[in-house]
């Protein structure tokens, strides 16, 4: 094994946190790639040799590179790496929302981007080719190190990752797992995800039992295997880890403008609310007939719509098209440079 050696920097954005760097500093090959950003955060579950936190918002790389060609106004292309712990692999299939806060800041403080600049920063996601126009409040005066208010703005967001808005095809559907049946939304604003009620998964137990969380990937593996993504519901953990991503709405807690949710990624509950999930869920909310219309009923869907989790809340928007798709979708985040230096990995 080769010992690589980059400049890294360590980010935090939004809720999220991870290593930052050019993709000229990783091989080309994917595999070679893949193998080099597993040693570099770590992929086991105890991450100690190396930059990761343990946790799938502290398991995160970010690679970018200046456009090539500049197309489409396009001044940054980036993409987000989801490192599986316990499983050294890496899930490049969607994005981050929180992380993706941190590429135009690391453009501005790395001088990819002139501080003189007036305008949006816009990005390509490499993984999904959608666009993302970001706006850095106060441009001019920031200082690396000081948390950047960043907004981002997906454009054109519905189908992202599986090419359609509604990969089944309805807004609302009827799962059998285990010989119970759930109703779910499964809807691909951003990164696909898939909407269960909370009170039809858990009933009166906790998310604190492994067994609830057992089924809930169960559940997931299922939809994997209908959407083609995975060749089996055992598999999907290792096929397809975040396709879809799971997000429990608490129907008794939410109401016409604010939703509560538990959001589960790579087989584990996280605390905070995913920006990806707040703008699915505020797209979700235009959808007549999906679970989220249903548990924020009498919505002025002209509103922002509030996502609170149990250690966070955000605020999202989401433009309807005429014709009844989603013209865009966005948020509003911080991100900060922590640290840089050389790894070696």
Known sequence: MNILCAKVILMRGGTSRGPVLLAESLPAEDSARDAAV?????????????????????????????????????????????????????????????????????????????ASWDGPIRLRNLSTGGLVETEIADMQSHERGQPATVKTRYLEPEGAVLGRLLPTGSERDHMVVDGHTYQSSLVDVTHPYLFLLYDEVIGNDSLDDPEKVALIERIRGECSVALGVATSPASANTEAPACPRVVLLHRKESHAQQVRIS????????????????????????LPASLVAEVCADADRAKALTVVSSGTKMTAFAQPKPDGGIASAEVERTARTIMQGTVWF
């Open 38 to 114: 597993v040693r570099l955060v770590g992929g086991g579950v105890v991450q100690t040799d190396a930059l990761g936190g343990g946790t799938p918002t502290t398991s995160k790389v970010v690679v970018l590179r200046p456009a090539p060609d500049n197309p489409a106004g396009v001044m940054i292309e980036y993409a987000v790496g989801n490192i599986v712990c316990g499983q050294n692999s890496v899930d490049w299939s969607g994005t981050c929302g929180n992380m993706t806060a941190s590429v135009p800041v690391y453009a501005l403080e790395e001088g990819m981007i002139p």
């Open 263 to 286: 959001a589960v990624s790579m087989g584990r509950v996280i605390q905070t609310v995913p920006v990806t999930a707040a703008m699915c869920l505020a797209a979700a909310r235009l």
